[in-house]
DNA sequence: TGATGGTAATTAGCCCGGCTAAGGAGTAGC
DNA sequence: GCTACTCCTTAGCCGGGCTAATTACCATCA
């Protein structure tokens, strides 16, 4: 099919590409334009895995934040995630109205509340994880050790560059 | 699936740091977790800085595809995102009315229609494409040449992973 | 040639989840 | 105890997924 190769993005024929405003003795700036598309085209097709099973991206975003760091009020959350408070109000709505969480009130201030998973929203979490990786790890068994070690790599280094 | 998953810190109190960053047993399990996590943890801070132009990431990911690939109807533009038609013709109906691609009728066959880019698409797309790396480039020149050079192969082995 | 079935695009209408603006409820400082 | 601030929530907009149904066109075959 469209077998481009990804090596530069040379748009082939009519198109003049190459704007990108990466100069090009520049390696980060090529690199920055390749990753992104790279990482938004992946992304996409982890998404559009999700159908599956009845939780969405948002919602199980935030269980797995809860199930890594624990009770958390609305507002750390939304921080986290990188959205607007009503915007979590509404995910965490929708996450006890399945039972995945459970809403009870901050013990030192009457303004805040904590969020905290359920029984059934940890193993929710837990199944889901597994089932949302069957896709990709099934990909990644096609690979070799080397080109393994190398994502690998770049899953931390991604997440180092994604620190705040 | 494997089991035990590795990276489930007792959320009750702890808060796990080090937790999802182990590398062990299952080389492939662990990985599609784990490059799981950091590609929709990154794709969500990339798409967050969309929000200071005013082209929606889908928006974007068909204007970048008619830029590379030339006019294409609907259908193949819905085949290529992995959306439904409908979600199409929506996204395109955007496209045109705010003047980035033009329908045209398709020579051969009725039924069909020509989505193509108009001047200023085109150039929508490349300003855009540089403005949105912007700030993924900023952070990947804080990385060394061995860093970034992981990164550029992840890139690699990400298209070929998600090919077709 | 005219009915029949298939295919492409669209419309209608649902739902999720971003957002802003505005409104309680609770806290804290004076 | 008033005022200001903080946190959460509600109300309501919008984009963009989806399915189901509709319309327009093509192709085939009796």
Chains 1, 2 share one sequence.
Do not use: C, N, Y
């Amino acid at each position: 099919m469209t077998g481009a190769t990804p090596t530069t993005s040379p748009a082939g024929a009519a198109h003049g590409d190459a704007a990108t405003g990466a100069p090009s003795g520049d390696p980060t700036g090529d690199l920055a334009v390749e990753l992104r598309i790279a990482l938004l085209r992946t992304a996409r097709r982890l998404r559009s895995q999700k159908s599956v099973d009845d939780l969405s991206d948002a919602q199980f975003s935030v269980l797995a934040h809860l199930h890594v760091h624990g009770p958390r009020t609305p507002g750390e959350l939304a921080d986290a995630e990188h959205v607007r408070p009503p915007s979590m109000t509404r995910t965490v709505a929708a996450l006890e109205g399945a039972g995945w969480v459970r809403r009870t009130d901050h013990p030192d201030d009457g303004r805040q509340v904590l969020v905290l998973l359920t029984a059934a929203g940890r193993s929710a979490v837990e199944e889901t994880r597994a089932r949302r990786s069957a896709w990709l790890h099934e990909r990644l068994a096609r690979l070799d050790d080397d080109e393994r070690a190398t994502l690998a790599a770049a899953a931390r280094l991604l997440r180092a560059v994604v620190q705040e």
